[in-house]
């Protein structure tokens, strides 16, 4: 069971709301398990055992978006237990917190290992998650990670990587999940962190090319903020 609970081609619509669950029988505190059902939460607090689950009961897709809330899972349950669980859906966090209690994972992509999860793809944009991730590639035919300007724990990718297509694997601090243009100073890097670890250590101190190049870098790094 669950508090709140998306059934077949549903869309559920939550704003400026509480959602509290302390009853240890419920599978999470909201639960998106109908075929091609949708949930959009907007600037709420939920806090359960479990807290967010997105598994679609068929072999169809659900999707979950939840922008500016703050998600606090109370389980203590380091084998099952979660903040976020999703398998074969899209799961989107923006401007989010996911907060659980130690040892519990934070995040976890296809934990059940289902042979109908056709593909799971996670996106975390401006959200914090202090625990730590797992994305188990078992039996997806298509996966995905994407990491946007996010702060998150250890991320374990499970069985292996080879199915799971990660913007930025190592995007463990703020640097490196945000994207930077390499198209005027011809520099490899793709994200901050990696651009200024090549000004200063590939060709003896400074990359090949000319002065002005070196200028208009400098500037583009300068304009990089976080809102």
């Known amino acids: 069971g669950s508090s709140l609970s998306v059934e077949a081609g549903a869309l559920l619509e939550v704003q400026f709301s509480q959602i509290l669950s302390d009853s240890p029988t419920e599978t999470a505190a909201i639960l998106v398990d109908g075929s091609n059902a949708q949930a959009e939460i907007v600037r709420s607090f939920i806090q359960g055992p479990n807290v967010i689950d997105v598994t679609p009961s068929a072999e169809a897709i659900c999707v979950a978006h939840l922008n500016d809330c703050l998600v606090e899972g109370t389980s203590t349950d380091i084998v099952n237990g979660y903040g976020v669980r999703t398998v074969g859906s899209l799961t989107h966090l923006e401007r989010t917190k996911v907060s659980v209690q130690p040892g519990v994972k934070a995040i976890r992509v296809n934990p059940t290992q289902l042979v109908k999860a056709g593909f799971s793809t996670l996106r975390l944009s401006y959200s914090e998650v202090p625990g730590d991730l797992e994305f188990d590639t078992t039996n997806l035919a298509a996966s995905s990670l994407q990491l946007e300007s996010s702060q998150h724990g250890a991320l374990t990718v499970l069985p292996a990587p080879a199915s799971l297509t990660i913007g ?23 994200n901050v962190q990696d651009a200024i670890d090549e000004i200063f250590f590939v060709g003896g101190g400074l990359p090949p090319f000319a002065a002005e190049q070196y200028a208009v870098l400098m500037e583009d790094l300068s304009l990089i903020h976080i809102s």
């Open 168 to 190: 930025y694997i190592e995007a463990l601090t703020s640097g490196k999940t945000l994207e930077y243009d390499p198209t005027i100073t011809g520099l490899t890097a793709r």
